[in-house]
């Protein structure tokens, strides 16, 4: 059996605000998985392109991504709601989603070996970079609930902010998302549906870890 097929994987979409950032931490944190969550990435090269409008192009894309080290994007400023709009337009380009793909399947198959697998999230996890992961899931909450969620994050950040601008961001960003060509947001039929609307962080995370449970358990993985 090679590595691939030892470690835990696992894969998540979202659209914005959903918490499936908050769980897939929850999730790396149980089960000593490394994890990546891709919005960052698109988030790095919106970012790349609101700063350097001039010398934007793939080429430039591509020598940053080569030298891009995981810590670099911890960096605050991508939480920014515009670098979020600007990742959101950049993200249509399957040209840049092709850049980015290596850096992805390298941290999904390929953790350092401290880990014992990987859980990545973003909006083509469970179609497209992990077609094969262990486990998928989609997770979900109502427009509104996500709003007010992110309304409340960037008050916590001291960001000033209004409801209806964040409503209307991410309505803005799940069309783009959506309806893009390449690369689209949708669940895909073999993932767990998860609504967080009603759901507390912690309950949710239960609800997951159960479900990872029992097959890890059958497997014989625990
Ligand atoms: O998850 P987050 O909101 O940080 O993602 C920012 C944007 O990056 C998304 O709105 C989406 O357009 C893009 N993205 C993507 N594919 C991913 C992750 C994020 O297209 N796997």
Same mark, same amino acid.
Do not use: W
């Given at each position: 059996?090679?590595?691939?097929?030892?470690?835990?994987?696992?894969?998540?979409?979202?659209?914005?605000?959903?918490?499936?950032?908050?769980?897939?931490?929850?999730?790396?944190?149980?089960?000593?998985?490394?994890?990546?969550? %891709?919005?960052?990435?698109?988030?790095? =090269?919106?970012?790349?392109?609101?700063?350097? /409008?001039?010398?934007?192009?793939?080429?430039?894309? &591509?020598?940053?991504?080569?030298?891009?080290?995981?810590?670099?994007?911890?960096?605050?400023?991508?939480?920014?709601?515009?670098? $979020? &709009?600007?990742?959101?337009?950049?993200?249509?380009?399957?040209?840049?989603?092709?850049?980015?793909?290596?850096?992805?399947?390298?941290?999904?198959?390929?953790?350092? /070996?401290?880990? /014992?697998?990987?859980?990545? +999230?973003? #909006?083509? =996890?469970?179609?497209?970079?992990?077609?094969?992961?262990?486990?998928?899931?989609?997770?979900? $909450?109502?427009?509104?609930?996500?709003?007010?969620? #992110?309304?409340?994050?960037?008050?916590?950040? &001291?960001?000033?902010?209004?409801?209806?601008?964040?409503?209307?961001?991410?309505?803005?960003?799940?069309?783009? +998302?959506?309806?893009?060509?390449?690369?689209?947001?949708?669940? %895909?039929? +073999?993932?767990?549906?998860?609504? %967080?609307?009603?759901? /507390?962080?912690? $309950?949710?995370?239960?609800? =997951?870890?159960?479900? =990872?449970?029992?097959?890890? &358990?059958?497997?014989?993985?625990?």
């Amino acid at each position: 059996m090679n590595k691939k097929n030892k470690i835990i994987t696992i894969a998540i979409d979202s659209p914005a605000a959903a918490g499936a950032g908050t769980q897939a931490k929850f999730i790396a944190s149980e089960y000593n998985l490394l994890y990546l969550d %891709t919005g960052k990435i698109y988030r790095y =090269i919106g970012n790349l392109r609101l700063k350097n /409008s001039k010398n934007f192009n793939l080429n430039f894309i &591509k020598k940053k991504i080569n030298k891009l080290n995981i810590n670099e994007l911890k960096n605050k400023h991508l939480l920014e709601d515009n670098v $979020a &709009k600007s990742a959101s337009i950049i993200a249509r380009n399957i040209k840049i989603r092709n850049l980015v793909k290596n850096f992805q399947l390298r941290c999904a198959y390929n953790p350092p /070996s401290k880990y /014992s697998g990987s859980v990545l +999230d973003g #909006r083509d =996890i469970t179609s497209v970079i992990m077609k094969n992961a262990m486990f998928k899931f989609y997770i979900t $909450a109502n427009i509104e609930v996500r709003a007010k969620r #992110r309304f409340l994050e960037f008050k916590k950040m &001291k960001k000033k902010v209004n409801f209806n601008d964040v409503l209307k961001s991410l309505k803005y960003r799940d069309y783009l +998302d959506k309806n893009r060509k390449h690369s689209p947001l949708k669940k %895909t039929k +073999d993932s767990i549906l998860i609504n %967080t609307s009603k759901l /507390s962080k912690k $309950a949710c995370f239960y609800k =997951i870890k159960a479900i =990872i449970d029992k097959k890890l &358990k059958i497997n014989g993985n625990i």
